[in-house]
């Protein structure tokens, strides 16, 4: 088996390795391929068929290994962790003293083996209705260039990372809650599932409701008992969670800032 690098031009490739039960894994690929100053995909081959891939996306200090598959045909044979400790070594070569990754069931044990441990746990819910009463807050606002350093603020208290290069590209769709002159939070629709981020419980709340006008799901940590208690409310359990699993130094975050993640690849 050789590991090489997976280029755009192999993205198409893919399908023979989309795992039952996850969106579509080709856009995120062509976004990662397109963006490899800060994203880093790699491709298992053997002879000339792909039996595994993976991805590193860097942010600044802090790395999160994603989209980690193994082709069905070829499991139980190693590949998991060749993927997983060539992304590793990649991410401690780039200088990265944190590494993250949201773990599947199939997938824990892998990364446990590699040294990694369970942070917290992400729940997540469906079939969720916006009820008539759930309006639109009238502190929530468009995003405006003024709002970038407070979204910077939160960003960096809730991940205890650097990345607001990455975030930057989704503002102009975004919305901030602000009370009175302060902006307790911000909702980034086009950012992956959605991102929603706050430092109160009456933005995070509000901001949720919002997005539940063209969303019927929702993942956040358990952490978050504000958004556990609003779904538990309107009679919404979790039907699954997922680890989110760290190797190396750990960080201050805030998880209980987080009202709808990102997605499975950087939390």
Request: charged share 25%; proline share 3%.
């Amino acid at each position: 088996m050789t590991i090489e690098t997976l280029n755009n031009s192999d993205v198409n490739l893919l399908d023979e390795l989309q795992p039952s039960g996850w969106g579509t894994i080709l856009p995120a690929h062509e976004f990662y391929t397109t963006n490899t100053d800060f994203c880093s995909s790699i491709q298992i081959l053997n002879n000339t068929k792909i039996v595994g891939i993976g991805t590193t996306i860097i942010h600044n200090d802090v790395a999160w290994l994603a989209h980690i598959i193994v082709h069905q045909e070829n499991r139980n044979e190693g590949i998991g962790q060749l993927i997983t400790q060539s992304l590793v070594n990649a991410s401690k070569a780039r200088n990265c003293d944190t590494i993250y990754l949201i773990a599947t069931d199939l997938g824990a044990p892998v990364y446990t083996k590699s040294g990694f441990e369970t942070e917290t746990e992400y729940l997540f819910f469906k079939d969720i209705k916006a009820e008539e009463s759930w309006r639109i807050s009238g502190n929530i606002v468009p995003f405006h260039t003024d709002h970038k350093t407070a979204i910077a603020a939160i960003d960096k208290l809730t991940s205890g990372e650097d990345r607001m290069f990455h975030l930057e590209r989704y503002l102009k769709d975004g919305f901030v809650y602000h009370n009175k002159t302060v902006i307790e939070g911000f909702y980034l629709p086009s950012f992956g599932e959605g991102l929603i981020l706050a430092k109160t419980e009456e933005a995070g709340v509000q901001l949720m409701k919002m997005r539940f006008r063209d969303h019927d799901n929702a993942s956040f940590p358990k952490d978050n008992t504000h958004a556990i208690d609003f779904l538990y409310k309107y009679g919404y359990k979790e039907f699954k969670t997922a680890k989110r699993m760290r190797l190396g130094k750990q960080r201050d975050w805030n998880p209980s800032n987080i009202y709808n993640r990102i997605g499975g690849n950087i939390g």
